[in-house]
């Protein structure tokens, strides 16, 4: 069936639309591009269900190829049949397909084999017919010495061998012991004896089970972490009664002596060789779906960290904060570029105070300073007071989350930035520049690095960074590049071109100066018409010499605007400020072979805002003073919050006391909430009221719920312990590396 078929029923899109998106892929063209700026040829797919295609077309042409090697292998043994080719043709996943394969697989030296080499496989083809007759008799005449088979007992073994193995290697049983599996296997784990104190923060896990196929993702990545770990044993148990009677119903045929050695072999089948090849494909398959759960769960708080409200071009004062060591302070222009850097001592004691706060009131009055940067680490809080209480008018103060600041700061991006400052001025500069921009200063980490998501470290890398990268991408593409101003780093996440093309950007910037206009960008060393096609609608010239260069519509749709603005006697800026203009224009006269209403429709919501940031306003937040620790906090009081991070059992909320506090899933809101996403996002400004306090743990309890729907505080179960034990422990351990 050919892919389009398959993927049109499964994904519910037309096979068309399938067949279109695939030729634009296979041609180069990137996701955001076909979603933008492709909607008639495509039928509006979104980025998502354009992923959805290239992510199936992938393994469709996985499965495929797999296939042609295996007609290979086996047609080389000399036992490829038409009707095994036929099957393998029709297997429909790799599943299938290695259980067609695996009679014919080569093999280690095994029982069944060793069995067969001394001759034994007529004798077990004898047994599976269970005829009315003795096996004893019959296995006599495999009595031979000089083959190994010294006795008939060790023919009648190599036989059941023989017949444990084909049956394990039967197709309709895998298949069907493997829904078995699927449906009816427990999840068991217990604690490795002499753990018990090393293994607390699993406690919950100690003599636990649960239905497999019920089991979240984070509770899977947990118990599996634990076994990594050695602190857990865990096991995929089912029980036999549940898998044998279906082998004696397709095997057994007789009741006789054949039949006894058959049941043999089948319980020999089942324990030796099926059971542990199904509890193997099982803890694949069930770590497969846990990685993907926590992959979408890492990839949505990216997204909503990278495209949280900016600042702005604002000149700012960054402070990286700290007690000892001081407060390393920089100036930034509105543009990013480090002014100047200095350290204060407002912790020190002694005129530290004083004499920082006539530097911080000095920088501010030259510079000209509209907002201050804070780090939230260590002294984040102490430091927001000092400031705030130096009673800067008109200075709007923020706090920012530094989460892998000291990544950049010792990365080769950092040195190539700043090769002349230390790490210290480095770290500050990115924390003003994330307030600024945070898309633009964040995609120079790795975003397994930026504080967010669940068990990422523990996923499947590979697939974490594709979702990562798709991610990035995506929320590159959505904002809109300033060519002029951009990174080497933000530059490459634009579609079409990649890390070379640009740094070529880069080097014709420096070469030449600013881009005058986007047609300019052909002039950069190879970046041909392909690449050009690709990004010029994600990048922005402000003031540019074509008055669309600063907008999302494409130069291949410059003539039609111009048009536009023709038939209605006036120029295209007229068009970008005029709305009274805007509407007079009749979209159905522009219709073509190659534009259609979508695309239309996009040109004239552009032409209202040409440019303009997706992205939410900027809006200041303030934690409530005299809450600085834990040892501040009181069960019942009610804080201002910053979502820092969302898993599936609950959110984490920044409430300015250097531990993030837990919203369960139970208390995000009064009514029951099966997502977290559902009612909260990464970044977001929330109220909580304190519910638990924990100071020698370090772990506090926070909820959402409205006073309604908030009773007397409830006993936090286990398994809530445990979540928020291991979530607080992975942001302890994160904390290290910032």
């Known amino acids: 069936m050919a892919y389009e078929i398959i993927i049109s029923q499964e994904l519910g899109i037309n096979s068309r639309q399938v067949a279109t998106t695939m030729q634009l892929l296979d041609d180069g063209a990137t996701v955001p591009f076909i979603a933008r700026y492709r909607k008639e040829l495509t039928g509006s ?73 001394r001759g034994l496989q007529p004798l077990a083809e004898q047994l599976l017919l269970q005829e009315n007759t003795d096996p004893t008799e019959i296995a006599a005449g495999f009595v031979d010495a000089e083959k190994g088979v010294s006795s008939v007992e060790e023919a009648l073994a190599g036989a059941r061998d023989i017949v444990a193995e084909h049956i394990s290697e039967d197709l309709d049983v895998r298949t069907r012991t493997r829904k078995i599996f699927l449906e009816q296997a427990q999840f068991v784990s217990r604690v490795v004896p002499g753990k018990e104190e090393e293994a607390i923060k699993y406690k919950d896990y100690f003599e636990w089970s649960e239905p497999l196929k019920d089991a979240p993702s984070h509770r899977v990545l947990a118990m599996r972490r ?23 119903k397709r095997y057994i045929k007789a009741s006789n002596g054949a039949a006894g050695h058959i049941k043999q072999a089948l319980q020999d089948s089942y324990k ?151 790490v210290t001025v480095r770290g500050a500069v990115s924390i003003g520049r994330r307030l600024m921009d945070p898309l633009a200063e964040l995609v120079k980490i790795d975003p397994k690095s930026i504080g967010v998501g669940q068990y990422q470290h523990d996923v499947d890398q590979s697939k974490l960074q594709t979702a990562l990268d798709d991610t990035v991408i995506s929320c590159v593409n959505a904002v809109g590049v300033e060519l002029n101003t951009a990174s080497k780093q933000i530059l490459s996440y634009v579609s079409g071109l990649g890390p070379a093309l640009a740094q070529q950007i880069v080097n014709y910037r420096i070469a030449n100066g600013p881009f005058r206009s986007r047609r300019e960008l052909k002039k950069v060393p190879r970046l041909g018409d392909k690449a050009f096609e690709q990004a010029a609608g994600f990048l922005r010239i402000r003031n540019g010499e074509h008055p669309l260069d600063g907008s999302a519509v494409h130069p291949e749709r410059y003539t039609l605007v111009e048009q536009m603005a023709k038939d209605l006697s006036v120029d295209v800026r007229d068009l970008l400020t005029n709305e009274q203009l805007r509407k007079q224009i009749d979209v159905r006269k522009y219709v073509s072979d190659e534009v259609g209403i979508p695309t239309l429709n996009d040109i004239i919501s552009e032409l209202s805002k040409p440019g303009r940031d997706p992205r939410e306003q900027f809006e200041e937040f303030k934690f409530t003073d005299g809450v600085n620790s834990i040892a501040d906090l009181r069960v019942g009081m009610k804080l201002p919050g910053i979502v820092t991070n969302i898993t599936n059992f609950g959110a984490f909320v920044d409430i300015g006391v250097h ?80």
């Open 272 to 422: 030796r060789l099926l059971k542990p090849s199904m509890e193997t494909e099982v803890r694949v398959l069930t770590r497969q779906r846990a990685d993907e759960e926590a992959i979408r769960v890492f990839a949505d708080n990216v997204r909503q960290l990278l495209l949280a409200a900016p600042l702005g071009q604002k000149r700012l004062l960054a402070i990286d904060p700290g007690f000892r060591t001081g407060c390393k302070t920089v100036v930034l222009d509105g543009q990013g570029n480090l002014l100047e850097n200095t350290a204060i001592y407002p912790h020190t004691g002694g005129g530290g105070a004083s004499e920082a706060g006539k530097t911080v009131r000095h920088l501010v009055d030259k510079y000209k300073i509209e907002a201050i940067a804070i780090g939230n680490g260590t002294a984040g809080r102490e430091t927001e007071e000092f400031v705030r209480k130096l009673d800067l008018n008109g200075v709007t103060i923020v706090m920012v989350n530094e989460s892998g600041a000291s990544i950049y700061s010792a990365s080769e991006v950092a040195r190539e930035e700043f090769p002349d400052q230390d």
């Open 226 to 248: 634990g076994e990594k770990e050695g602190m857990l044993y865990l096991d995929i148990a089912v029980e036999e009664e549940k898998v044998l009677p279906m082998l004696e």
């Open 45 to 117: 797919l979104d980025e998502v269900q354009i992923t959805s295609i290239r992510d199936r077309v992938q393994q469709l042409r996985d499965l495929d190829k797999r296939k042609e090697a295996i007609l290979r292998s086996i047609a080389d043994q000399g036992k490829l049949t038409g009707e095994l080719e036929q099957q393998i043709s029709d297997a429909a996943t790799m599943a299938i397909l290695e259980d067609i394969y695996l009679p014919y697989k080569p093999k280690r030296k095994t029982r069944a084999s060793v069995a067969r080499e």
């Open 659 to 738: 531990q993030d506090g837990l919203v369960h899933l139970s208390q995000l809101a009064n009514r029951y909430v099966a997502d977290p996403h559902e009612v909260v996002k990464v970044q977001q400004k929330v109220m909580v009221t304190v519910t638990e306090i924990d100071e020698r743990r370090n772990r506090i309890g926070l909820s959402m719920k409205t006073e309604e729907g908030r009773s007397q505080p409830k006993k936090t179960s286990g398994r809530q312990r445990t979540e928020s034990d291991m979530a607080t422990k992975l942001a302890a351990l994160a904390s290290k590396f910032k």
